[in-house]
């Protein structure tokens, strides 16, 4: 053991004196998730603030009852409204940006609904915010049903026993047959700056744990490994030892990723004993891959570059730079085949605040790719020593 | 003539390693058909359902899959509709519970259990007005059954035949402002040219380490020993990056058309701006070729900075979708501008003359990067 | 202090080492001689513990060597032909990382270190990372690696191999003074002049055998090979070949138009006398060779093959 730590402190000396590792396995991942969260932090979907205006030009009681609806909304925070004046009043908003939609109450829309004529509500919306249009239009539609449902009440009744009417009870309540009940849920999804932050440090952990691993064929290729293997120390303790080092590699570079990215653009990795428990596996998959890869190459360079189409392919399919697939869908089935999709689905699993075993079975996952790919690694590497 | 022989060295060893062949043919065709299936159409919501065997929760489902703003998927039972809503693979779920009509029977309110992430409540409204649109009769027959004492089945068919079959309110939608991605550009048209930017440059600046062996392994000294001139040698290596730049940009736009019936505009026009990014990335990857001294390093480097840059510069997020500042400083990258070039040629249809001013940074760009990396590498090797 | 007994070690077909036997005393240098490919490294390999034998042991210090364990190693230091050594790192941290290895530390570690940078005069540059050193500073490094933990047996693999000259004779004097401090030096080399200079018995591999052991001289005469003395000059060939045919101990002599050559036992005794008879014929003597029966003869006579190809 003591001749594991011998070697894998010299190991770790020649990286840092090299700085390629920190380079690759610190400064590169944060430089990037603070630029990508920069530039896409703001616009991922789900953070959406509906802007919308109202012109009421009826001002009847119809129309102040449908913006009450939409203060209503205000006030649970859904939306924002703005009344204007004028249908260019707030054309002109929507065209500076200020609006995402704005909803038109032409006149005699209160008349027509009391007389039981036909009645329009405008939504105006900006053409690159469709999904904000179509809500505006669903807001403007559930009101229409409500008014159109109280009427439908009053035929009913009508049609059952026309000399009934008018009837004691209020028509409205017609409208309330049903709830929309707010369910708890808990939060399992990154917020953007953690995405990317524990995107790019699992994506680079790939290659930073390369350093480890695939030493041993540097060993080999500088003839060190020979004068390794001629010395008095157990044979398991040079692979033991350049595993070793990957790991510590690892470990370093997600720790100092893990404080950084949240000093620094305020990432949210979790409770920090469930993130150790995902690093540690994450680690252990990475480090397990690398060595398969390091077991297959012939040299060093051909180790980093296979090395590199595996970490950049499954780093594409976990989702490390854009979620992969959409629902669940095959391309989002087929991305649990990279640990990466792994690490940020563990990650997600403590987002909301959750304990530390909520990350066991991400880790759990990332453990099988450990064996399934260290087991044959070691057989490999160790075959390859006897030669 | 021995600059193109160098150049075609540089060119060749570059084809030659296997892996490259990864890196500069296959991963930017698979990324434009990743992010074309993924994102070219526009995004619409998934919502998630479980749906009991009820006349009422079947009638609600049907209006949920007819609605133009949400997709539905439906989930077998609440625990993984919750553990999707919790992981963003749905953006909002709807559990209609079983014995939806005994209650509506009853006269009571018909719960409809709703799932959000806190910040997506959003589409609660959508889903609202769907339901609303189910539940109009239920609310009917409840008020009339309870007024006329006719049975709530009874009230519930009489209303279900009095629907209008025409909307009292009509909801008009309409939209102003000119769209930002036209309608005609294909679903990969607007990846191809992002992805063509971004590679062309994380190849030219990952491939500076072939450079830095070439210094390293004293290649460049024995070409010195030969009656070859400095500037003949600078100006080979500079040659090289571009060979390799421009290869890798030909096949993207060549691939593309052929696989994707992706569109890029006048032909002339797009192969003069090729030729300018290209010029572009060449410069940038000879500057670090001869900054740097250690390959590993510069090729992690080179991938940070083209990685960075491609971002800022609109690379991976279209710029129109930036914030005005933001659009400003992605304007400092040469890829915000060669963007702008192939989308003025793209959705504009634009000649050489509309492309004119893209072009003219670019080359300024190139030649700027360009002189320094030229006098770096000039005392690189002859000292 | 080294006794390997038929090692035998094949790779798929390819019979790489077939029954070799190899005895080291203390103090005592051996040379293996053999082309490339002779099986020289794949021998040194399982010596030093590398690799571990189809068949066959090696004991060293009266220690059994396996691959699988790392016992005994201590005993032996090895000098690969590769130069094995971080170029990051300094000559003192090379050296202090593989004594730590050999289970030094320390003090004494550090004064062995010192020590043996001033054997291989690298003293002034111990500080210097050794990718900054010249390919003989770098070779004189990679010896002193070997012996930093006073191994009893030192095993050198080609260690001149690209070497210049200058840098060539002060590894060969290190290597002299090593055997007379009482180390058993196994030594393989392709440069004939190598073995000639510093070994006390010279092992012959060819083909992944021994073909042929002993001292120098054993060898020479096991092939039974004579001196060639070549006069150059003018006169009577016809003359001077009967008249040096008649010295005792000249066995064999032939002319061509400027030289004779004779096959003699002995020159170093006989020249004189074949010198004066020459002159007496009318030879008018302008040089004179004497080429004495050598390994590398022995060598090709042996194996049908040139050492350098």
Wanted: charged residues 20%.
């Amino acid at each position: 053991m003591r001749s594991t730590f011998r070697i894998a402190a010299k190991d770790l000396q020649l990286r840092i004196r090299d700085r390629s590792a920190v380079i690759i396995g610190v400064v590169t991942p944060l430089v990037l998730a603070f630029v990508f969260n920069l530039v896409f932090g703001g616009s991922v979907e789900g953070d959406v603030d509906l802007s919308y205006g109202v012109v009421d030009l009826d001002d009847s009681v119809i129309s102040h009852a449908f913006v009450e609806v939409l203060d209503q909304l205000g006030e649970q925070g859904l939306v924002t409204v703005d009344r204007f004046d004028t249908y260019e009043s707030a054309v002109a908003a929507l065209e500076s940006g200020g609006l995402d939609a704005f909803f038109v109450l032409d006149g005699g829309l209160g008349q027509a609904v009391t007389t039981g004529g036909r009645a329009t509500i405008r939504v105006v919306g900006d053409v690159d915010a469709p999904t904000s249009t179509r809500i505006a239009a669903s807001i403007a539609k559930r009101f229409a049903i409500g008014v159109e449902t109280v009427g439908l009440a009053l035929t009913t009744v009508q049609a059952i026993d026309p000399g009934m009417l008018p009837l004691g009870g209020d028509p409205t309540t017609a409208a309330g047959s049903f709830e929309i009940v707010e369910a708890a849920t808990a939060d399992r999804q990154l917020d953007p700056a953690t995405y990317f932050a524990a995107g790019m440090a699992v994506f680079f952990l790939f290659f930073t744990v390369q350093f480890g691993v695939a030493g041993l064929l540097e060993e080999s290729r500088e003839g060190t490994l020979a004068r390794l293997l001629a010395a008095p120390i157990p044979r398991w303790s040079v692979p033991t030892a350049k595993a070793l080092v990957s790991f510590l590699l690892g470990v370093v570079a997600m720790s100092v990723l893990a404080f950084g990215t949240s000093l620094i653009m305020g990432a949210r990795w979790g409770d920090p004993l469930g993130v150790a428990v995902l690093v540690v596996a994450g680690v252990t998959a990475a480090t397990s891959i690398m060595g398969l890869v390091a077991a297959f190459a012939r040299t060093p360079e051909g180790a980093g570059n296979l090395g590199s189409i595996i970490a950049v392919i499954l780093g594409m399919l976990g989702g490390t730079f854009f979620p992969l697939g959409r629902g669940e869908d095959l391309l989002s089935k087929v991305s649990l085949v990279s640990p990466h999709a792994w690490f940020l689905r563990g990650l997600g699993d403590l987002a909301g605040g959750a304990p530390w075993h909520a990350a066991l079975p991400a880790a759990g996952a990332m453990l099988v790719f450990a064996v399934a790919c260290g087991v044959p690694a070691a057989v490999l590497l160790g075959r390859r020593l006897d030669r | 003539m021995k600059v193109l022989a160098i150049g075609w060295v540089n060119t060749k060893r570059m084809l030659r390693e296997r892996s490259n062949l990864f890196f500069v043919f296959i991963l930017p065709i698979a990324i434009v058909l990743l992010v074309g299936a993924q994102f070219g159409g526009e995004f619409t919501p998934l919502i998630g359902v479980v749906a009991a065997d009820d006349p009422l929760a079947e009638a609600v489902l049907d209006a949920l899959g007819d609605e133009e703003a949400i997709d539905v998927l439906t989930y077998p039972e609440e625990t993984l509709l919750v553990r999707a809503v919790e992981r963003g693979v749905v953006q909002g779920g709807v559990i209609l519970t079983d014995g939806m009509w005994e209650v509506a029977a009853r006269g009571e309110p018909i719960r409809v259990e709703y799932l959000a992430r806190p910040d997506q409540q959003q589409l609660r409204e959508v889903v609202s007005s769907l339901v609303a649109r189910v539940m109009a009769p239920v609310g009917a027959a409840q008020y009339a059954a309870r007024h006329t004492g006719a049975s709530f089945k009874e009230a519930f068919e009489i209303a279900q035949a009095l629907l209008p079959s025409e909307e009292q309110i009509e909801v008009q939608v309409a939209t102003v402002g000119e769209a930002l991605f036209p309608p005609t550009l294909g679903r990969f048209d607007l990846g191809a040219s992002q992805q063509l930017v971004l590679f062309v440059f994380l190849t030219a600046l990952a491939g500076s380490s072939s450079l830095i062996l070439t210094r390293r392994l004293g290649l460049s000294r024995r070409m010195l020993s030969t009656p070859t001139g400095v500037g003949t040698i600078v100006a080979g290596e500079a040659a090289g990056r571009f060979g390799v730049a421009l290869t890798q940009g030909v096949y993207i736009m060549v691939a593309t058309t052929l696989m994707f019936g992706v569109g890029w505009g006048d032909p002339l026009a797009a192969v003069a701006l090729l030729v300018a990014l290209s010029a572009v990335g060449a410069a940038a990857g000879m500057l670090m070729g001869a900054t740097f001294d250690n390959d590993q390093q510069a090729s992690g480097i080179g991938v940070m900075v083209a990685l960075g840059l491609g971002a800022l510069g609109g690379s991976m997020l279209p710029m129109e979708l930036f914030s005005p500042t933001m659009r400003t400083v992605a304007h400092l990258t040469p890829h915000a501008w060669a963007l702008d070039g192939f989308a003025e040629l793209v959705r504009h249809d634009g000649t050489l003359v509309d492309i004119a001013g893209e072009l003219g940074v670019l080359f300024g760009y190139a030649a700027v990067i360009g002189s320094v990396a030229a006098w770096r590498l000039r005392k690189a090797i002859t000292t | 202090m080294l006794e390997a007994r038929g090692l035998c070690k094949s790779y798929g077909d390819l019979v790489a080492v077939d029954g070799v036997d190899l005895v080291v005393a203390a103090g005592e240098t051996y040379g293996l001689l053999g082309p490339n490919g002779a099986g020289k490294t794949t021998t040194i390999s399982m010596i030093a513990g590398l690799l571990e034998p189809d068949a066959g042991e090696v004991v060293v210090d009266g220690r059994q060597i396996t691959a699988r364990s790392p016992k005994g190693k201590e005993a032996i230091g090895l000098v690969p032909q590769e130069l094995a050594i971080y170029p990051d790192l300094t000559a003192a941290e090379n050296l202090a990382f593989f004594g730590r290895l050999y289970g030094l530390g320390g003090r004494e570690l550090a004064a062995r270190v010192d020590q043996v940078l001033e054997v291989v005069g690298l003293a002034d540059r111990r500080d210097d990372l050794t990718k900054e050193f010249s390919g003989g500073m770098k070779r004189r490094l990679n010896i002193g690696l070997g012996l930093l933990h006073s191994p009893k047996l030192l095993i050198l693999d080609e260690p001149t191999v690209g070497v210049d000259p200058q840098s060539r004779n002060a590894i060969l004097e290190s290597v002299e003074a090593l055997a007379t401090g009482g180390i058993a030096v196994l030594y393989t080399t392709h440069y004939m002049e190598e073995a000639e200079r510093l070994c006390d018995r010279v092992g012959i591999i060819d083909a992944g055998r021994i073909v042929a052991e002993g001292t120098r001289r054993e060898l020479v005469s096991l092939v039974g090979q004579r001196d060639r003395v070549t006069i150059g000059g003018s006169g009577d060939p016809m003359a001077t070949v009967a008249a040096v045919g008649s010295v005792p101990g000249v066995v064999e002599v032939t002319s061509s138009d400027h030289t004779i050559e004779a096959l003699v036992e002995g020159a170093s005794r006989l020249l004189p006398e074949i010198l004066a008879k020459a002159t007496a014929a009318g030879w008018n003597v302008t040089s004179v060779q004497v080429v004495e029966p050598n390994l590398e003869a022995v060598f090709l006579h042996l194996t049908g093959k040139a050492l350098r190809d």
